[in-house]
Structures are given as C-alpha cells and as structure tokens.
C-alpha cells in the first residue's frame, strides 16, 4: 500500500503536551546488578517499573530468559516491593485483576511478556527492562518502550543482551537507543528487513520486482512519479492517447492478476 495505495498520509511527529523522549540505554547480561540497582532508584521515587521476558517458562530448545524464573529472582531481589506478572497462559480475567493492581500501584513492579505491547495505559510507569531485546524486532521494541514515557517524568528503557551479537541485531539495538522517533525507526527495519509481500505471507525481504527503486531509499521519489501517473490517469484514464501507447502496452504485459481489495477490512 504504500508503493501502490492511493493514499493520504497523516504524520504526526510530536509528543503530547508535558511528554519527555524516553532514555534508552543498553547492557549485557553480565550488568543485571547495575540494571536492578538504577530500577530500584527509581522504585524509591515512588515509580513503577515493567519488566519484559520473551518467554513464559523454561525452554528446552532456546536458551533465553523466561517469565516464571525471572519472577522468582525479582521477587527475591526486590522483597520490600510487591510484583505483579502476567502472560499469554492466563485467563482474561486474571490478567485484568493483575493489570489493575499495577495501575493502581497495589504492585510496583510488573513482569510480563509481550502482552502488554499494546493498550497499557500507567502514567507513573516509569521503566522498562526488556530481557533478551536482540530476540524483539524493531517495530516490537518501539511498540514496548511505549509503555512508558506516558507521565510527565522521565522514563528509561533497558535493554538487555548476550554479549554475541549479530550485525543486524547490533544495529536495531544501536537505532533504538540512539532515537525514539517512530518514523526513523520504522524506515531503518524497512531497510534492515525488507517490505516483505502485500498479497502474500513473506514478511520480510524484498518480494516485490523492482530493477532500480529502493523503497526504503526512493520514498520521495516513487511519491513523485505516484503524483505524475494520478495526472496521466485523470486526462486520459483508459490509456487511448498515442503518447501513452507504450505505457498502456508495458502495463497490459506487466498486469499478471487483479485483487478486489475492497473486501478486505
């Protein structure tokens, strides 16, 4: 939709009134000691913190951190402080009563997985400790740190890896501590992972064939030419004019397949 979508684009590239950037900033398995220290400074303001693993238990197949052992340690380290956790596995209402309690501050530290990506709403959640980032793409990390940074104090991100690192990997680690702007970070994953395919299940790569433009690069472009084919289809909407024959001829070769994509919804 947006090579082909005959669409108008809405940026909104401001915080909302009283809103800070959120700090981002990244350490290494071995710095947990550091993290838990800088969480419990914040705890002490009267702060409230999440804490994100991407697994729910144990894993036999991956070596990552998981939820209920990561409960457990925070737990222990933060005895003076109640915790709530939440995932996939719990009934809807659990989660709820959960949630609730952290929004109402009955519990300061909230463990979870991706769950709470979207539609989490706690202003005096200040901190987010994402376990295992390198295993979260971009768009995913943004989505998460979201969760904080929606009161007006300032609110941090910690990002936590193994000390490998692939290159890729280094990089969206290296996007997200260096911006917080949505925009920046959705055109560097178009670049790291590709547009993927719109009328298909690829979701990352390049599936569309284009022999020179670059979506993540021609933007500006490909809009131009989008604005000049507008004016060619409104003067002559069938192609019939002589000085749009090989256009029409190119197109009729070109065109493999057409989709009614008005019912989707």
């Known amino acids: 939709m947006t090579l082909y979508g005959d669409l108008d684009v809405?940026?909104?590239?401001?915080?909302p009134p009283g809103?800070?950037?959120?700090?981002?900033?990244?350490?290494?398995?071995?710095?947990?000691?550091?993290?838990?220290?800088?969480?419990?400074r914040e705890l002490k303001k009267g702060r409230q913190a999440y804490i994100v693993?991407?697994?729910i238990e144990e894993s036999e197949k991956i070596d990552l951190k998981n939820l209920e052992d990561g409960y457990k340690i925070v737990c222990e380290r933060?005895?003076?402080?109640?915790?709530?956790?939440?995932?996939g596995r719990m009934k809807p209402a659990e989660k709820d009563a959960e949630m609730l309690r952290f929004k109402n501050n009955d519990t300061q530290i909230l463990v979870a997985t991706t769950?709470?990506?979207?539609?989490?709403?706690?202003?005096?959640?200040?901190?987010?400790?994402?376990?295992?980032?390198?295993?979260f793409g971009l768009s995913q990390l943004h989505q998460l740190r979201g969760r904080v940074g929606r009161g007006a104090d300032q609110s941090f991100c910690l990002l936590i890896t193994p000390y490998q690192l692939s290159e890729d990997t280094r990089k969206r680690i290296e996007i997200m501590t260096a911006t917080c702007d949505g925009f920046e970070i959705a055109e560097a994953d178009l670049r790291l992972r590709g547009p993927g395919d719109l009328e298909g299940t690829q979701q990352s790569g390049m599936a569309?064939?284009?022999?020179?433009?670059?979506?993540?690069?021609?933007?500006?472009l490909i809009e131009h030419v989008?604005?000049?084919?507008?004016?060619?289809?409104?003067?002559d909407p069938d192609l019939t004019n002589p000085e749009n024959a090989i256009m029409a001829r190119v197109l009729r070769r070109l065109k493999k397949s057409e989709y009614d994509w008005s019912s989707i919804s």
Do not use: C, W
């Not at 022999?211 to 933007?219: E, F, P, S």
């Not at 989008?226 to 003067?235: H, L, P, S």
């Open 208 to 220: 569309f064939d284009l022999k020179i433009a670059n979506l993540a690069r021609d933007g500006a």
């Open 10 to 15: 809405s940026i909104i590239d401001e915080l």
């Open 53 to 55: 693993y991407p697994l």
């Open 226 to 235: 989008r604005e000049i084919a507008k004016q060619i289809v409104a003067g």
């Open 78 to 87: 933060f005895a003076g402080y109640s915790v709530s956790k939440v995932h």
């Open 115 to 135: 769950v709470i990506e979207v539609g989490v709403d706690v202003p005096n959640a200040s901190i987010m400790v994402i376990e295992n980032a390198n295993r």
């Open 19 to 40: 809103r800070k950037p959120i700090h981002t900033d990244h350490y290494y398995d071995g710095n947990h000691t550091a993290v838990y220290a800088f969480l419990e």
